[in-house]
């Protein structure tokens, strides 16, 4: 079995996905959007890291609610290191886990040993938003809920900038993912080739 947690993976995205778009598409998806939730539940944010709190999306009855969650969990007991930001996928089942959606306008990725490092950016070719696949954990004591993502091995897009990368969901697979009401092998791959446009938003100092 892999082992549970990836490194040096996926520590940065980016949240641009503005309340109309979130509720346009959620309308065409039949999915619900609480009656009390406003533009103020999805902040747009050009760098969400390690720590920082951002919006996730879960099933709550016959809606899907976003809360806020802080970007990595706790380290286990007795493990050593900081918050477990990415999660292995495979070999592994997710039906009695907490199943989330990250939402998402873009994703980075870096490269090279000298910082800064280079900076690429990923986003979804036909579409405006997706999803990173992910779970969540209630947070203890005064702490709010924390969340990670769930990766996999690399699709063409991805390869030739990491050996890893997110899952990520476009939106008609969010409520799948959520429900499960699909084989998590169908949901939990890298999407095709040119799925994802890749730039370089950031030069490194190699």
Not at 61 to 82: C, D, I, Q, S, T
Not at 173 to 196: F, N, R, V, Y
Request: proline letters at 10%.
């Amino acid at each position: 079995m892999a082992a549970p947690y990836d490194s040096l993976m996926c520590n940065d995205y980016e949240q641009h996905i503005r309340w109309k778009e979130y509720c346009e598409m959620m309308q065409s998806l039949a999915l619900r959007v609480p009656i009390h939730q406003t533009e103020l539940d999805l902040p747009q944010v050009d760098d969400i890291k390690i720590g920082d709190v951002a919006p996730v999306m879960r099933a709550s009855g016959y809606e899907v609610e976003l809360f806020p969650a802080k970007f990595g969990f706790p380290p286990p007991p007795g493990r050593k290191g900081g918050p477990v930001f990415n999660f292995v996928s495979e070999n592994r089942s997710f039906s009695e886990s907490r199943r989330c959606l990250i939402p998402a306008s873009a994703f980075f990725e870096f490269t090279g040993t000298k910082y800064p490092k280079a900076k690429h950016r990923f986003t979804l070719n036909d579409a405006p938003m997706f999803a990173i696949a992910g779970l969540w954990r209630e947070g203890e004591g005064n702490e709010p809920a924390s969340m990670t993502m769930l990766t996999t091995k690399p699709g063409p897009d991805v390869e030739p900038i990491h050996n890893r990368q997110v899952v990520v969901l476009r939106p008609e697979d969010w409520e799948p993912w959520l429900k499960l009401s699909k084989p998590q092998g169908d949901l939990l791959k890298p999407l095709a080739e040119k799925s994802l446009a890749v730039e370089l938003v950031r030069a490194g100092s190699d």
